[in-house]
């Protein structure tokens, strides 16, 4: 008898990273959000702390929570206890633990739509049920308010909110989250808000849901981004105007379970967020702005359509196939990157369905000018045949 997989795993999709199976050798990967792997380098004081925490012997099991180092220069930046902190195997596993104790079967959880695709995958994963929320493209993706309420029903536990947006770079003003924060506080909901772009908005100031929600708030941040550090598997979670410590202590029981983050990275991280050394962020937006304004003109010039990303290392435009050349988004997107070997990610991989002739996907805008002319330019060439 051939082994029975649990039918729960076929609910889970990634297609940021689906699609780089059967992908022609030597493929331009526009489908993966990692700045390291592109022309940006941590900062050097991060590489020069982490071996020194190594050569110290901080080796071994960290506390489950975290160390109390990292967790106490969290907790001094966001005004709360460092026991309403917790450090994580990423954000990943942040967002994992909180589903895994939010979610009792059939709960929903609100999502945006387009949405980072771990989300719905993770909800589904516990026994939930993904809603989705609007975001026009009209009001530069920011969320319908009108469609959260609508969306509300006696099952809604959570909100899920992602602020600066993966996958449109949409920056959320702060009427529009306090206007959020109050409804979910009528409904008993709880909000919680994936920030790990805080530091990377170009025009606007990013704006933290601690600063404006008076309601029970979960947020979610880490290394991985803001820090260049996606392989070092650090993110966090802080809890805010919780009447009960229930949620944390189910997490915490959930942090026991998998013993604890990686040590040394909790240690060279906590002393880098103590010391003012944040000079690398402001020539990492620079270089990120400059590649988004590239992106956004020739996208321009190649008759694609795209709102201009405020934030983060995305886009997330369209075209208008009104000849119906391709199927629809996914085909799309597989005969581009099997002809002309540029790999983006369909807007299905973000639950955003295409309507009829406009088809979405999602390019990173990390790459080095020169890649991204040259993929920008195959791009370009597929369309025009
Ligand atoms: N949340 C969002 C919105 C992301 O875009 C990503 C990664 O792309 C993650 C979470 C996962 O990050 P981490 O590396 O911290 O697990």
Request: hydrophobic share 40%.
């Amino acid at each position: 008898m051939p082994i029975q997989i649990c039918e729960r795993i076929g609910e889970i999709t990634y297609a940021i990273r689906d699609l780089e199976v059967g992908a022609p050798r030597g493929v331009i990967k526009l489908n993966i959000g990692d700045p390291a792997a592109y022309d940006f380098r941590l900062p050097k004081i991060m590489a020069r702390e982490i071996c020194n925490v190594v050569a110290q012997g901080l080796n071994f099991y960290a506390d489950s929570q975290g160390v109390i180092e990292l967790r106490e220069v969290i907790a001094k930046r966001e005004k709360i206890s460092p026991d309403d902190v917790i450090i994580t195997a990423g954000t990943s596993e942040a967002v994992n633990f909180l589903f895994a104790a939010l979610v009792r079967s059939n709960a929903e959880i609100l999502l945006p739509c387009p949405v980072y695709p771990q989300y719905p995958s993770m909800v589904r994963l516990w026994g939930g049920k993904p809603v989705f929320y609007e975001c026009n493209k009209e009001e530069n993706w920011q969320p319908s308010v009108e469609s959260i309420k609508r969306q509300i029903t006696k099952r809604t536990v959570g909100l899920v909110i992602i602020n600066p947006n993966n996958p449109t770079g949409a920056v959320y003003s702060k009427n529009l989250l306090a206007e959020i924060s109050q409804i979910c506080e009528k409904n008993n909901i709880v909000i919680i808000s994936d920030e790990i772009y805080c530091d990377l908005t170009f025009e606007k100031r990013h704006i933290q849901i601690s600063d404006v929600a008076s309601s029970e708030a979960v947020m979610l941040n880490g290394a991985s981004k803001c820090y260049i550090v996606p392989g070092w598997r650090i993110g966090w979670l802080t809890f805010h105007n919780f009447k009960t410590n229930a949620l944390r202590e189910a997490i915490l029981k959930l942090c026991r379970l998998r013993l604890c983050a990686n040590t040394p990275a909790q240690y060279a991280i906590a002393k880098v967020m103590k010391g003012k050394n944040q000079i690398h962020i402001s020539e990492f937006r620079r270089k990120l702005r400059a590649r988004r304004d590239f992106v956004v003109k020739k996208f321009e010039e190649a008759g694609i359509n795209c709102v201009k990303p405020e934030g983060t290392f995305y886009a997330f435009p369209w075209i208008v196939d009104r000849k119906m050349r391709w199927r629809n988004d996914l085909d799309f997107v597989l005969q581009l990157r099997d002809k002309k070997k540029v790999l983006v990610v369909h807007g299905g991989g973000f639950e955003y369905k295409s309507i009829s002739e406009e088809k979405y996907f999602r390019i990173v805008t990390l790459p080095p000018i020169k890649v991204l002319d040259e993929a920008l330019g195959r791009i370009a060439r597929f369309l025009e045949k």
